[in-house]
Structures are given as C-alpha cells and as structure tokens.
C-alpha cells in the first residue's frame, strides 16, 4: 500500500484551474483499482492519496501522470507501507 503526499508549488488560482483535469485522473485510477482514498491537506497547500499497485514503480509511473504534475504545479512524495492490521468497521469510520 502507499500514502502519496502531493505538495503544491504553484498558487491555488493555477491549482484551480487544472482541477477538472486532476478530478478526471483521479477517477481513471479510481476505476482501476489503484486509487482507494483521496483527499486536500488542511491546510490547502497539497493533497494525499491512499493507492495499491504492483510496486513502487508502478506507483511513480502512475502519479507521474497527474496533470498538478505534468504541468510542474506540484511535487509528490511516495510513502510504501505493509498494511498489518485495520479496523474491522473501516467503512464506518470514514
């Protein structure tokens, strides 16, 4: 599993306006399995993305599809963890 931390390096009028193409790259990963968990930072300054892949690559290979990334708007970082446990009412949580 992965945490993805993106960090904006750009104001959030140009974050805002690639926001439609970010949303549409989200859910093409939704819709494939990777993507489980998204969300803003508080405070607004990047966002975070729960995801499941293959290995690190993949993951790399993936976000460096976002358009906060191809258009130099944010940096991402990639956190690899081995789930042990989780809450049997996970759902409910969140």
Excluded at 39 to 51: C, F, H, N, T, Y
């Amino acid at each position: 599993m992965f945490v993805i931390e993106l960090i904006y390096k750009a104001d959030l009028a140009n974050i805002d306006a690639r926001m439609r193409a970010h949303m549409a790259f989200l859910k093409k990963y939704y819709a494939a399995g990777n993507f489980l968990m998204s969300g803003r930072k508080i405070p607004r300054d990047g966002g975070i993305i729960l995801a499941v892949g293959d290995d690190r690559e993949q993951i790399d290979a993936i976000i460096r599809q976002d358009p906060f990334v191809v258009h130099g708007l944010a940096d991402f970082r990639v956190i690899e963890f081995r789930v042990s446990q989780r809450a049997d009412d996970l759902h409910s949580r969140i």
